[in-house]
């Protein structure tokens, strides 16, 4: 059997289940946004791996070495920030062609310890290999929280409210930008920011710890792969269901501008699915309510969508409360 | 500038140099085998992150899953012994292109598994990308030790023994007998041994953590580029030179009877700068002698081979104490 036949999700489920082993000392392994393994002094120590590859990832023509750096480190912050903890050191393994120009690498540095700063991460390592093929750029992230603030994948109750932060489709949108235009995009200034969704996502570490240390959230996730195949695996990690009403998915002004059937079934579905948005799903039960909207900016707002049900069921509704067929619930990596 | 005319160790220190920041639980960044945090309970959290690219560091014919397998997380754990460390937990990212066999991938993880299984090492996490170019395992493995044991590349004195363990240069040769009979080579008896040291090596935890718990190495690396090579990494680190006798470097019988050229200059030189081994190179005082040689077994000699100097340079010795000229110290990266 084919993995393009399998599907990601079902080959890492089977992977976990066939060689997952239990460790005293390793609290959560595959099937979250990042292992969790007990420090010693009974801290979590988080840690994420994450991969770009060209032609799979990035093209080289639609980015920068600095974007690409920044990107790759900016989607295991994100996971960190999905678990409620604080990046803490990031290792990071970059394979080029050996013709590569050293000012790629320089820039690629740059853009990870420029990211690095932002958000209290230090490079503590890597290494550099030679391809014939495509650029890689592979990271590792390691951060911490108090073990009992950790936030998983699982634990949405039914009657929960189901949250996202900032705005859904702009990535989606920046990707389509730059598959229409070329790299020509990244100087259009109307383009820029949803093209710059795509290729310097903002990892919400401050939401998400905020979350953590107030225990608010009952489940979170990262809108990695499209929010509803994402909110597809909370309700699974919970043995949940949910509803969420698409007119309540925050749309950017950009979104709603630029992409031609923003306000249609079709518009909405691209939003809900397109993935790489790296805002944060979570639950939190509804007497939260104020403390969460607390948590919401202007420039990162935190917004209700729906809510946990019983059933196991991800149901998105649309106009007058009909649900929207969603064949493809986001990416697929196979 | 181009990075092939730079060299990884350079582009690594000048990586290091640039980007490298001050953290309070950052004890050893890029530089050494691992990275070293420090845990909130007093231990050193070791992380290193190791990568293999098909067509750079294997071939498919040549070798197969399971043994790509274990080989990634070998490398890596060769890096915690060579810290004097012990082994927790290992993150995977694989890049396979979309047609691969679902079994090549399991092949791959219970490789992976197996290795991890005999040295104590669990599977945290990992993901998995769709790739149209080369095949790529990257493995990050974390482990630890006892703060005060740990054992850097920097610390050699002069006067200091040199010791290696095992045999080297049959890695080398059997990716010398894999160049020239492909995959069959696998299957020759007499081929088996150095074979098997190239495809699936043995990375020499035990000896690794009995020197640091016993505080008896001064400076130890892993033999993983040559010996030549990581014998200056730890001169350099430790701002120290080194001599060794090139008779008294351990070479296996089936190299000296495969290799023609065993017993002459170009024989020695290919074996000292062939990479690898994985085997642990390190220095202790000579009052250390007794308590080593107990470390050492048929399986795994620990044997000395020179001397460390006050000078910064590197002198092998072949007949008669006269140095042997090396040109090229062991494998490069670009």
């Given at each position: 059997m084919k993995l393009k036949e399998i599907g990601e999700d079902r080959i890492i489920k089977e992977l976990s289940r066939e060689f997952s082993r239990r460790h005293r000392r390793l609290v959560k392994g595959i099937g979250d946004d990042t292992s969790?393994?007990?420090?010693?002094?009974?801290?979590?120590?988080?840690?994420?791996?994450?991969i770009l590859i060209e032609g799979t990832h990035f093209k080289r023509g639609w980015t920068t070495p600095y974007l690409l750096?920044?990107?790759?480190?900016?989607?295991?912050?994100?996971?960190?920030?999905?678990?409620?903890g604080e990046p803490l050191f990031y290792l990071v393994s970059v394979a080029l062609p050996p013709d590569t120009e050293k000012q790629?690498?320089?820039?690629?540095?740059?853009g990870l310890s420029d990211c690095g700063k932002e958000h209290g991460a230090v490079l503590a390592g890597g290494n550099?290999?030679?391809?014939?093929?495509?650029?890689?750029?592979?990271?590792?992230?390691?951060?911490?929280?108090?073990?009992?603030?950790?936030?998983y994948r699982s634990g949405a109750g039914p009657g929960d409210v189901i949250y996202v932060t900032g705005c859904i489709g702009d990535a989606a949108l920046g990707l389509r930008l730059l598959k229409k235009h070329g790299g020509a995009a990244l100087k259009r200034t109307a383009f820029r920011k949803p093209v710059m969704r795509q290729l310097d996502p903002s990892p919400?570490?401050?939401?998400?710890?905020?979350?953590?240390?107030?225990?608010?959230?009952?489940?979170?996730?990262?809108?990695?792969?499209?929010?509803?195949?994402?909110?597809?695996?909370?309700?699974?990690?919970g043995a949940v269901g949910a509803v969420i009403d698409a007119r309540r998915v925050p749309l950017s002004a950009e979104f709603k501008r630029l992409f031609p059937a923003a306000g249609t079934t079709d518009g909405i579905r691209r939003a809900l699915t397109g993935g790489e948005d790296y805002e944060?799903?979570?639950?939190?039960?509804?007497?939260?309510?104020?403390?969460?909207s607390a948590l919401s900016s202007r420039d990162v707002p935190v917004t209700p969508i729906g809510v946990i049900t019983r059933s196991k069921d991800v149901c998105v509704t649309f106009t007058a409360g009909r649900p929207l067929k969603i064949s493809r619930a986001g990416f697929e990596h196979f």
């Open positions: 969790v393994t007990l420090q010693a002094g009974g801290r979590h120590l988080l840690a994420t791996t994450d750096g920044r990107k790759a480190l900016s989607i295991s912050l994100s996971d960190v920030a999905a678990m409620g790629f690498l320089d820039e690629l540095y740059r550099t290999a030679k391809t014939k093929g495509a650029v890689m750029v592979a990271t590792t992230l390691f951060g911490e929280a108090p073990a009992q603030e950790t936030v919400r570490m401050s939401v998400g710890r905020s979350l953590a240390r107030k225990r608010l959230a009952t489940a979170m996730i990262d809108v990695s792969d499209g929010l509803v195949l994402d909110l597809k695996r909370l309700c699974e990690a944060l799903l979570f639950s939190a039960p509804e007497k939260a309510a104020k403390k969460i």
